[in-house]
């Protein structure tokens, strides 16, 4: 009896294997955003009224948002959870039949079922607001500039517009335009290999080394399976983290971009540091080693 595995039951085996990998890592950031960020950021990017949400279709992207996150293994706070139960609630009440006129063809003061969420989304866009303004005042007083493109800025002149950082949900629509674009391609059988979230920080520093900065797509490029992408982003998240990159985007809707950044004095520093690793492994030539090549011996 043949013992030799098909390709189908290798594919499955390297599958496992990679889901027990991600079982072993859970990824949680700081600056998490809260599920009203997510609603937000999905209202902004439909161009929707805030005051008159199309639940039906909120709900759905609000839930393959979810659904991505598990599958990123993102530690969720349970209030994304909950958010997620009062869209379906909102979403079941706005099915029932609205009631029927009086005897007088009046119709009683029945509160829309949106209208709670739709406050308590406007008061979440005031405080955020207000600490915006507060981070902006500070900013000013110690003069930190935090933008890439002061050079550009410079030489373009008041009518440029400047780059904006962007905030976790904006790296998962990108993320998940990769993937969704990555189904479009043709599949290229190759031999399954497993790469470690250090190993493709490591690779991602390299890269991001050789420039000044890179797209967001294109350090997917030398990905060729679902699993090597979603590596490559808990990377980027890790190295978000860390502090060892910034990310920016031209506009609300524009290209992203990541940019290699020199690391704060606060950012974490764990024991194997993947900055200090990648140092290790590339280390810098010696000062005065280089001899010029124009110059005649």
Same mark, same amino acid.
């Given at each position: 009896?043949?013992?030799?595995?098909?390709?189908?039951?290798?594919?499955?085996?390297?599958?496992?294997?990679?889901?027990?990998?991600?079982?072993?890592?859970?990824?949680?950031?700081?600056?998490?955003?809260?599920?009203?960020?997510?609603?937000?950021?999905?209202?902004?990017?439909?161009?929707?009224?805030?005051?008159?949400?199309?639940?039906?279709?909120?709900?759905?992207?609000?839930?393959?948002?979810?659904?991505?996150?598990?599958?990123?293994?993102?530690?969720?706070?349970?209030?994304?959870?909950?958010?997620?139960?009062?869209?379906?609630?909102?979403?079941?009440?706005?099915?029932? &039949?609205?009631?029927?006129?009086?005897?007088?063809?009046?119709?009683?003061?029945?509160?829309? &079922?949106?209208?709670?969420? @739709?406050?308590?989304?406007?008061?979440? *866009?005031?405080?955020?607001?207000?600490?915006?303004?507060?981070?902006?005042?500070?900013?000013?007083?110690?003069?930190?500039?935090?933008?890439?493109?002061?050079?550009?800025?410079?030489?373009?002149?008041?009518?440029?517009?400047?780059?904006?950082?962007?905030?976790?949900?904006?790296?998962?629509?990108?993320?998940?335009?990769?993937?969704?674009?990555?189904?479009?391609? &043709?599949?290229?059988?190759?031999?399954?290999?497993?790469?470690?979230?250090?190993?493709?920080?490591?690779?991602?520093?390299?890269?991001?080394?050789?420039?000044?900065?890179?797209?967001?797509?294109?350090?997917?490029?030398?990905?060729?399976?679902?699993?090597?992408?979603?590596?490559?982003?808990?990377?980027?998240?890790?190295?978000?983290?860390?502090?060892?990159?910034?990310?920016?985007?031209?506009?609300?809707?524009?290209?992203?971009? @990541?940019?290699?950044?020199?690391?704060?004095?606060?950012?974490?520093?764990?024991?194997?540091?993947?900055?200090? *690793?990648?140092?290790?492994?590339? &280390?810098?030539?010696?000062?005065?080693?280089?001899?010029?090549?124009?110059?005649?011996?």
């Amino acid at each position: 009896m043949s013992t030799a595995m098909t390709d189908e039951q290798r594919d499955i085996a390297a599958e496992e294997g990679f889901e027990s990998q991600l079982d072993a890592i859970r990824i949680k950031l700081q600056s998490f955003e809260g599920p009203l960020d997510l609603l937000m950021h999905l209202i902004k990017k439909n161009k929707l009224d805030v005051s008159n949400i199309p639940i039906a279709l909120i709900t759905r992207q609000y839930l393959d948002y979810l659904n991505l996150m598990q599958e990123l293994n993102l530690d969720m706070a349970s209030e994304f959870l909950v958010m997620a139960a009062t869209l379906i609630h909102i979403k079941s009440r706005m099915l029932l &039949p609205r009631p029927t006129p009086d005897a007088d063809g009046e119709v009683g003061d029945e509160e829309d &079922p949106r209208d709670q969420l @739709v406050r308590r989304l406007l008061e979440h *866009e005031r405080f955020k607001a207000a600490a915006e303004l507060l981070h902006e005042r500070e900013t000013l007083r110690s003069a930190q500039w935090t933008r890439p493109d002061a050079r550009v800025e410079a030489i373009a002149g008041d009518d440029y517009e400047p780059e904006l950082e962007v905030d976790l949900f904006g790296l998962l629509s990108a993320f998940k335009l990769v993937l969704e674009r990555a189904r479009e391609r &043709p599949p290229v059988p190759l031999p399954p290999e497993e790469i470690s979230i250090e190993s493709r920080i490591e690779q991602l520093l390299e890269r991001l080394s050789e420039h000044e900065a890179c797209g967001f797509e294109d350090l997917f490029d030398d990905t060729a399976s679902r699993a090597e992408m979603i590596v490559t982003f808990l990377a980027m998240l890790e190295m978000i983290r860390l502090k060892l990159i910034r990310v920016f985007q031209s506009g609300q809707v524009g290209a992203i971009r @990541v940019y290699k950044r020199a690391r704060p004095q606060d950012a974490p520093h764990p024991i194997h540091d993947p900055e200090d *690793e990648f140092k290790a492994h590339h &280390p810098a030539p010696p000062a005065g080693d280089e001899t010029d090549e124009s110059t005649p011996e």
